[in-house]
Structures are given as C-alpha cells and as structure tokens.
C-alpha cells in the first residue's frame, strides 16, 4: 500500500498487523456468506409458528418491519398471521432481502390468499422525528393489527429486541427522539396522542405476547411473508414519493443513504419526508444523535461483488443477499464514480448494508 503523499511510511508490524486486519476481515465475510449460503438455501417453514401455536395460542402474527435505517419516508411493519389450520407457505416466500423486487411483487397476491390475516401498517416521518424510532415502529404494527378482524394473541419478532411490546413505565414527558441503536426506549408521554388509535391503547391493539426469534424473517415462513408486504408496499410508497420530491433518487435507493442521496441532500437540503431528528446533512439535527454519514463510502469506493453464488430458487437475488442482518463486510477500491443511482448503501437491521 502507498501511503499518502507527506504521511510517515508504515513500520513492517504496522503493515503486519493491518495484513492480518485484513485476513481476519475476509475471514469473517467468508464465514457469514457461508452461514448465509446454508440459511437461505432452506426455505422458511412454519415450525416455529406451529410449536407457539400448540402451546394454546389461536392465531400467531409473525411480524418484521422495514424502513427502521432510512433517512427519509415512513417505517413499515408487515404482519401475516397463522393458525393451526394454515397450510405450508407458498413456494418462494422467502426474506424480502433475498428476492428480486420482480419475484416479491409476484408474491404479494399469494401471500394474500394464502394467510388467514395480513396487513401492513405505517409510521410517518413527522412520527418517527417527534417520538422515536422504537415507539415509531410500534405505532407502525398497531395500526397493522388494527385493521385485522381478531387481535391474535401471540407475536413473532424478527430479532432479539422486543420492540412491539408496550414499555410498562409510561414518563410525564415526551421523548427527545431515540437513537437508531439504542434499545433503551424512553417511553412516549403518558396521554400521548401517539399512544392511542381511535381511543384505543397500543397495549390493547398488539398481541399481548412477543417473542422474538433472531434471523426470524430467514427460518419462520409467516415472518418472511410479513418482510414481503411490507417491503412491496414501502417500495411502493417511496416510488411514488420520489415524483413529488424529485431529485434525491428514492425510485432506486428508497430513502436509504445512497451516496447519490447524501450529496442530494447537501444539494437540496431535506423535504418534508426526511427524518430531521437524525441530524442528516442539511438539517439542523435538533433531535436524536449524529448520523456519521461522512464516514461512510463515498462514490468513488466500488464495492466488489461477491463472487460466490448462492444454490437457491431463480426468484433469489444473490447481490441482495449480503443484505442479511449481519451484513457481510465488502472489501473496496479506488475505482471510478459508478453512476448515480446504481447502489445505495444505508443503516438497516442496525448494520451497513447494501441495496440493489
């Protein structure tokens, strides 16, 4: 490695050890895309739906969100809902993650029919700005569940953290907006009207059980059909809102902070969509933490495709599946600009990762 003009040369240990830096780099990638390899090869099934239902339960609601890392539009929870009586998922649901937008459109009609229950619900913005991103999502599945016909009385969470659950100490004063990665939710102010729909309680609109389940939305059927609805229909969404706030590239990057998105928001400043709390270029960040947007990679770093192929259906897009909740590190170089629009890199599931 050259290192940069008027820098002092590395010593042969620091070389060393960022050599060894490296490999353990690529050792680590090699083993997630080897985990993923394994996982995504097995479709999800209804096992674990299943086994929560003969424990009494009578509908069991697997649920997963998408949205929680953009820097503009609403946060998205799909909720599809099982019961003893559900038959195997149709061939091809999968983690939305895994599945070519083309293939997740296609699913979406058998998905409807196939389920007891579904539904998507949303939270905006203005919402996620004035009472965080954890009471947001929450707000977001309520309005979900909302909708159904029967409360079902158990949840499957794609994860380890309980963000569907009602914090059980309600405070006098409202939240200043949570951070992104931080699970200790300060809950929303008592009498909030955030914390009602139609006068009902959040607390009496969701399952009044939740279980979480890590890498759920890769091993439970209904989870991944959930991570369907709601990725087709935010997609959706930020396509259409991409017309009316032209120039911030959301018809491909979806609001997730695409280097052609970030210099957009440098250019332009943010729309009434962005999340302002987060303190993303352009805004005067009054809420929340910093965003190190900076330190992400900027255009001119290419990332490297993977070159193994994953052994699965057609209907799986192999250079989204690096995309999983731990997200496979991708090694850089200097290369030239790509073209704008053509990858977005962005916070989801509480990791870097990319979008196609």
């Known amino acids: 490695m050259t290192p940069a003009p008027g820098s002092r040369p590395l010593t042969k240990k620091a070389l060393a050890q960022q050599e060894a830096a490296q490999r353990a780099k690529a050792r680590k990638a090699a083993a997630k895309r080897a985990l993923l390899k394994k996982l995504s090869a097995q479709p999800p099934t209804l096992r674990e739906e299943r086994k929560l239902l003969r424990e009494g339960h009578r509908f069991v609601a697997g649920i997963d969100e998408v949205g929680r890392g953009a820097l503009a539009g609403p946060v998205t929870v799909g909720v599809v809902v099982v019961d003893l009586e559900t038959r195997s998922a149709p061939t091809g649901v999968r983690d939305s993650k895994l ?91 008592v009498g909030h009207p955030l914390s009602f729909i139609d006068g009902r309680p959040l607390g009496a609109i969701v399952p009044s059980r939740v279980v979480t389940q890590v890498k759920a939305d890769l091993r439970c059927a209904a989870v991944a059909a959930a991570s369907v609805l709601a990725k087709v229909e935010r997609d959706g969404l930020m396509v259409d809102f991409a017309s009316e706030y032209p120039g911030y590239g959301w018809e491909l990057n979806k609001g997730y902070s695409a280097p052609d998105h970030l210099a957009a928001l440098r250019r332009l400043g943010p729309s009434r969509l962005h999340r302002v709390s987060w303190n993303i270029p352009g805004s005067d960040g009054v809420f929340g933490e910093t965003l190190d947007l900076d330190g992400l990679e900027t255009p001119s770093e290419e990332v490297l495709e993977v070159e193994e192929t994953v052994d699965v259906e057609e209907t799986v897009d192999v250079e989204n599946a690096v995309e999983v909740e731990d997200a496979v590190e991708v090694v850089t170089r200097s290369e030239p600009a790509p073209p704008e629009h053509v990858r977005a890199v962005g916070y989801d599931h509480e990791e870097l990762t990319l979008f196609s």
């Open 99 to 189: 599945l070519t937008p083309a293939a997740r459109e296609k699913l979406v009609p058998r998905v409807l029919r196939w389920a007891p229950m579904s539904a998507v619900g949303h939270a905006s913005s203005d919402e996620i700005d004035e009472i965080g991103i954890i009471a947001a999502l929450r707000l977001a599945a309520a309005r979900a569940f909302a909708t159904l016909e029967i409360r079902p009385d158990c949840g499957l969470l794609d994860g380890s953290h309980d963000w569907l659950s009602v914090p059980a100490d309600p405070v006098e004063e409202e939240p200043q907006g949570t951070s992104l990665f931080d699970f200790e939710e300060t809950p929303v102010a």
